[in-house]
């Protein structure tokens, strides 16, 4: 069965930094493209950032220049590092797995996904 367990998420002052982790099991992360979606209460969930196999990234206009998306392979886990933290960015975080060839931020093209865990940003 497939496994993907989040953690690193937290409580942070604007202007800090978190690194999320997502750890995979039964499902290989670099087998197709992989993403991290963000959800705040009320709003829909959004795109934050894609890689592909091949390694190449998508990030939402919100996030660019301050998040990065990565992965380690031999680990079988993905990372985001988050930078310049901002208020906006309060959500619960999900790291996701997708077979085939996915649209890199739209959450229906992803097939696997994980519980989630959460960031709050605070002044």
């Known amino acids: 069965q497939v496994q993907l367990v989040e953690s690193g998420g937290g409580s942070v002052q604007a202007g800090g930094s978190l690194r999320l982790s997502c750890a995979a099991s039964?499902?290989?992360?670099?087998?197709?493209?992989t993403a991290w979606f963000r959800q705040a209460p009320g709003q829909e969930r959004e795109g934050v950032a894609s890689?592909?196999?091949?390694?190449?990234?998508t990030y939402a206009d919100s996030v660019k220049g301050r998040f990065t998306i990565s992965k380690d392979i031999a680990k079988n886990t993905l990372y985001l590092q988050m930078n310049s933290l901002k208020i906006e960015d309060t959500a619960m975080y999900y790291c996701?797995?997708?077979?085939?060839?996915?649209?890199?931020?739209?959450?229906?093209?992803?097939?696997?996904w994980g519980q989630g865990t959460q960031v709050t940003v605070s002044s």
């Open positions: 996701a797995g997708a077979e085939g060839w996915p649209r890199p931020l739209t959450d229906r093209d992803y097939k696997y």
């Open positions: 039964g499902y290989t992360i670099n087998a197709a493209s």
């Open positions: 890689i592909t196999k091949f390694g190449r990234t």
